[in-house]
């Protein structure tokens, strides 16, 4: 099958890698790729991932029997419905249903409505009821902004001033209470319907080691998570998956694609934090690297309504780690067009990269550059190996974390009693 892939960053270079190694994609093109994906793809092309006619018309023209669409922003615009009216299959769900991810008030709704354990929030508009918010809930404080903001939109935070400044400078906040407890990304492919949950994984938000700093879109990942508790997969399936894919359903907007479950594993059990519309990224790259089912086959199933016929998730033995290489100054604004050296290496995962028209130089071209992404053994030897590919990267004033799966491998993560 011909697959277009939409996106750009180290997501879509994952996903490339495991659509290429699917026997049945015949050629994959990328809109508009990076330089990493310009090494597997067919041909890459530029279009508007915001202009939902702009994408079918590419998708038409390039024959696709399969739209995979990366980032959020298209799902939020329409895009995988203007795809579907063209009578090609799609991965990825409507407008409608991808408001799980982009309003945080109307995710909250759904879980409600569902009966999903997640923390108690209110939606707040003006001052008043943002600080009655703050109080009833208490410190740490947690305000959201209700729309998109690409993982940055969060502040968690023990200064009430911050917190209530955050909150005007959003306008329309979730203000919510905090959710003590290690975090696990589990990503779920679904039909709308039948659902298939892939390995689970540990992101890491926070800019700095042992979690200082600003909220980032995510700085390293691994999987699979060797401290989670037994049968957590079976019991967000049970209590959040199946009930929300149910909501969806009976209000209308069915959702299919990728639901990503952000949680929390509190005292009182599994609490859902968030839901994308899409894959997480950088987990993506630690999910794909351990799975060995064919990736667009399982996609093809999901976006046409078959996946309950799709035969279980074979998954590689042993453990994948992923450590982002952040450009100077992210997650504020990064510095960009500084020349990347040692990146030409298999596992070197390109995110924000560019190539100089002049010369071919491989160059910085957005906040989170390059990852080193491995597999080992085990977690100590896929964790080596993926530091070993971020010692060979040359950028200037580039920075990563150094503690990614670090509590994990010496057992430091510890479920609250
Ligand atoms: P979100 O965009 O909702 O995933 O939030 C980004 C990050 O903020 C999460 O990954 C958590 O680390 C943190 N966070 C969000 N909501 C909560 C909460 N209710 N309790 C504790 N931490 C939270
Ligand atoms: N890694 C977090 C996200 O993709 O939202």
Same mark, same amino acid.
């Given at each position: 099958m011909r697959v277009l892939l939409l996106g750009s960053g180290g997501r879509e270079h994952a996903l490339a890698l495991g659509l290429a190694e699917d026997a049945s994609v015949s050629e994959l093109i990328a809109a508009p790729g990076n330089p990493g994906i310009a090494r597997i793809a067919r041909q890459q092309r530029q279009v508007d991932l915001a202009d939902p006619a702009a994408v079918a018309g590419l998708a038409v023209e390039v024959a696709a029997d399969l739209v995979v669409v990366g980032p959020e922003a298209p799902l939020v615009a329409g895009v995988a419905d203007a795809v579907r009216a063209k009578g090609i299959a799609v991965f990825g769900p409507s407008a409608e249903a991808a408001r799980l991810e982009g309003s945080k008030a109307f995710a909250k709704d759904v879980m409600t409505a569902a009966g999903v354990p997640t923390a108690r929030a209110y939606t707040c508009t003006d001052a008043e009821s943002v600080g009655r918010a703050l109080d009833e809930f208490g410190a740490p404080y947690v305000v959201k902004n209700d729309g998109l903001a690409a993982g940055k939109g969060v502040v968690v935070t023990d200064d009430r001033a911050r917190a209530a400044a955050h909150a005007r400078e959003c306008g329309r906040v979730v203000i919510e209470e905090y959710l003590a407890g290690p975090e696990v990304s589990l990503f779920v492919v679904t039909d709308g319907e039948a659902a298939v949950p892939l390995l689970p994984a540990q992101d890491f938000k926070r800019v700095g080691d042992g979690d200082t700093g600003p909220?980032? $879109? $995510?700085? %390293?990942? &691994? @999987? =699979? +998570? !060797?401290?989670? !508790? @037994?049968? *957590?997969?079976?019991? #967000?399936?049970?209590? #959040? #998956?199946? =009930?929300? *894919? @149910?909501?969806?359903?009976?209000? $209308?907007? =069915?959702?299919? %694609? *990728? +639901? &990503? #479950? $952000? *949680? @929390?594993?509190?005292?009182? %059990? !599994?609490?859902v934090i968030e839901f994308n519309a899409r894959f997480g990224d950088p987990e993506t790259q630690v999910v794909l690297a351990l799975l060995e089912t064919p990736l667009a086959g399982l996609l093809h199933a999901a976006a046409t309504g078959t996946l309950a016929e799709h035969p279980p998730l074979r998954w590689r033995s042993g453990a994948a780690v992923t450590v982002v290489v952040a450009a100077d100054g992210y997650p504020a604004k990064p510095r960009t067009g500084d020349v990347i050296t040692g990146a030409e290496r298999p596992g070197v995962v390109h995110a924000g990269t560019a190539r100089r028209a002049t010369d071919g130089a491989l160059l910085s071209a957005g906040g989170r550059v390059l990852c080193g992404t491995a597999t080992g053994a085990d977690l100590a030897a896929a964790r080596d190996a993926a530091y070993e590919l971020v010692r060979g990267i040359e950028l200037a004033g580039s920075h990563h974390r150094s503690d990614i799966a670090a509590a994990a491998i010496e057992g430091r993560i510890v479920l609250p009693a």
């Open positions: 909220n980032t $879109g $995510g700085m %390293g990942a &691994y @999987a =699979p +998570l !060797p401290w989670a !508790p @037994a049968g *957590l997969v079976d019991e #967000v399936m049970r209590d #959040v #998956v199946h =009930p929300t *894919l @149910a909501e969806m359903r009976r209000r $209308g907007t =069915p959702f299919a %694609g *990728l +639901l &990503y #479950v $952000g *949680l @929390a594993i509190t005292a009182a %059990g !599994p609490r």
